[in-house]
């Protein structure tokens, strides 16, 4: 999408929420304090420095000089991660016309506290997650477009986690063992289960009737299998 954007010669910056994961320290104090088997690592909502994305994000959106982009490197410390230091971070001197902002949770919407109360009999944790998901709520007002894309099976993420960390390991740097996957991925499973259906069928949290939305499914190649998806799933005014 970047390179398209840039064909027509508009200015794109990509971001994903993943770069505002909290550093490795303050995660492991997160997971020291709660206790909660879903936030022991990055990942589920709460893991994120929601100041700093919500700084940067009207840094870009209302320009007043050049950004400092956090960026995270998901190959330290064996493959758990970490922020990049504040050198290594992208610096944007020039406004863009156009941000993609990717994230896998981007668009939950937060449930009821009764109907966590009976999912959390089965889903262990994800009552803490929930409460946290709504403080989520002033980076999806931010969005000006909404594209989603969809999956048959969010078993998927198993295969596409193992490859992206296959990957890292033939280029020589740390990754995580396939047992390590597994188990990083496991904790993405309960806010899946919990939260996909809803995003799909409803759209994203705080979505104003007036904001476009483009839902594209995809298989586990990653290739839109819906030719007519670029049509047919486009709501705007």
Not at 126 to 131: M, R, T
């Amino acid at each position: 999408m970047a390179a398209l954007f840039n064909f027509e010669s508009k200015q794109c910056l990509t971001v994903s929420i993943d770069d505002f994961y909290l550093t490795k320290v303050e995660q492991d104090a997160l997971a020291e304090k709660t206790r909660n088997p879903l936030l022991r690592f990055r990942g589920n909502a709460g893991s994120h420095d929601l100041s700093l994305l919500e700084k940067t994000l009207a840094s870009l959106k209302y320009w007043t000089g050049a950004v400092r982009v956090p960026r995270y490197n998901k190959s330290l410390h064996c493959g758990r991660g970490d922020r990049e230091t504040i050198d290594n971070w992208t610096i944007v001197e020039e406004q863009p016309d156009v941000v993609i902002l990717e994230g896998w949770m981007l668009g939950f919407s937060p449930l009821a506290d009764k109907t966590i109360e009976e999912i959390e009999a089965h889903e262990v944790g994800i009552a803490d997650v929930n409460s946290n998901l709504k403080e989520y709520k002033a980076v999806h007002e931010n969005v000006d477009v909404w594209i989603v894309l969809t999956v048959e099976d969010a078993e998927m993420v198993r295969d596409w986690r193992l490859e992206a960390e296959q990957r890292m390991r033939k280029s020589g740097k740390p990754a995580m063992t396939d047992k390590e996957v597994d188990e990083f991925v496991s904790m993405y499973m309960p806010a899946y289960r919990t939260y996909l259906a809803n995003l799909y069928e409803d759209g994203p949290d705080s979505m104003p009737s007036h904001v476009p939305l483009l839902k594209i499914p995809v298989n586990r190649s990653r290739f839109p299998t819906d030719p007519d998806a670029l049509k047919n799933d486009v709501r705007s005014d």
